[in-house]
């Protein structure tokens, strides 16, 4: 399925206009550089963390992956019944910053976690969602995820700035989900990424405002 296709299915199903009208372009700035990363993969047991409309999901199952998403929302505020039903992916109602599933399920481990344009809304210890997702994935599994870059947004007034290490605990201080306060240099997502995972590879697609990562999960010590 050609990038494309996966944005008209989710714009078939999609719960607000918001998606037709401003997010599926944003998307168009770096979701195919997701999928041009993972494309030669075997079908494999994928995790998405904070799958949005579910553009990536779609495509992913549609390339024969297992496909899990877990999103804070429930379902239907974004994905609906109908779109995971048709394509086979299965739906976790979990805040990741919280825990790393909710109370009594166990979803077993992934070869690959994917969490695109989530850490910007973390602006709540982003480290800690970032312990729980390595928790979820395989010994050799592979996470992938990506941030705003600061460079690219200097008008605007980000919060916390790059200083993930200043970002407060969750619940100290009011939560606005929708407002983007994190921003990363390549400098400092390298450093929020090694304060938990191992060989970091930061990378940025042509033409986009979006540093993507690579990264490994740490040996068990
Ligand atoms: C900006 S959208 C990103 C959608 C898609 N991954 C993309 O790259 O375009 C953020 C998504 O993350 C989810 N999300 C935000 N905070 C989360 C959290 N703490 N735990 C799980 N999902 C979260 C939102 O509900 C939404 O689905």
Redesign the pocket.
Known sequence: MKFSEAQAIATEHATSDYYVNSYRDM?RMY?PALLEAVESRSPTRILE????WGT?AVWLADEGHDVTV????PLGT?MTQELIDTYGIKYVH????DAVAPDGIDLGTFDLVIM???IP??AWKPDR?LRHVADLMSDDGEFITSVLDLLDYKDLDAAFGDDWTGVPEWKSTDRC?DIVKCMYTSETFSELLESVFDTIEIWKPKRSTVLFARATKRAAQ
Do not use: C, K, R, S
Not at 94 to 97: K, Q, S
């Open positions: 998307e979701l963390v904070g799958p949005g990536t877990m999103d804070l929302m974004w979990n805040d990741i910053e695109t344009q989530v809304h973390l969602a989900q």
